[in-house]
Nanobody, 124 residues
Framework: QVQLVESGGGLVQAGGSLRLSCAVS????????MGWFRQAPGKEREFVAA????????YYADSVKGRFTISRDNAKNTVYLQMNSLKSEDTAVYFC?????????????????WGQGTQVTVSS
């Protein structure tokens, strides 16, 4: 069984930074593609970033490209999302997700496992 636990969310002023972490328990973390998604009130869950199991390939939504960085530490079974230059429109609950297939999914419905989410609020 795979469990994902996000942390690092909070309240930050516009222009500030936060780093989210997602700790993964269970076997074979290093073989999972990992993704970050977010969901604002009244909106659908949207793709933010994803990373391959090696960490060699990363993908970003256009809205966060150049501001957010996804990374992973397979020795610590953890994936990170460094968020810089935060904007009020980044306010949402952020979820991490894991998928055991070799390719990196960019769609939420392709991920097998999900965390419970962490709230990020950016004040303007």
């Amino acid at each position: 069984q795979v469990q994902l636990v996000e942390s690092g969310g909070g309240l930050v002023q516009a222009g500030g930074s936060l780093r989210l972490s997602c700790a993964v328990s269970g076997r074979a973390f290093s073989s999972y593609a990992m993704g970050w998604f977010r969901q604002a009130p009244g909106k659908e869950r949207e793709f933010v970033a994803a990373i391959s199991w090696t960490g060699g390939s990363t993908y970003y939504a256009d809205s966060v490209k150049g501001r957010f960085t996804i990374s992973r530490d397979n020795a610590k079974n953890t994936v990170y999302l460094q968020m810089n230059s935060l904007k009020s429109e980044d306010t949402a609950v952020y979820f991490c997700a894991a998928d055991s297939r070799l390719r990196v999914p960019l769609s939420a419905n392709e991920y097998d496992y999900w965390g419970q989410g962490t709230q990020v609020t950016v004040s303007s």
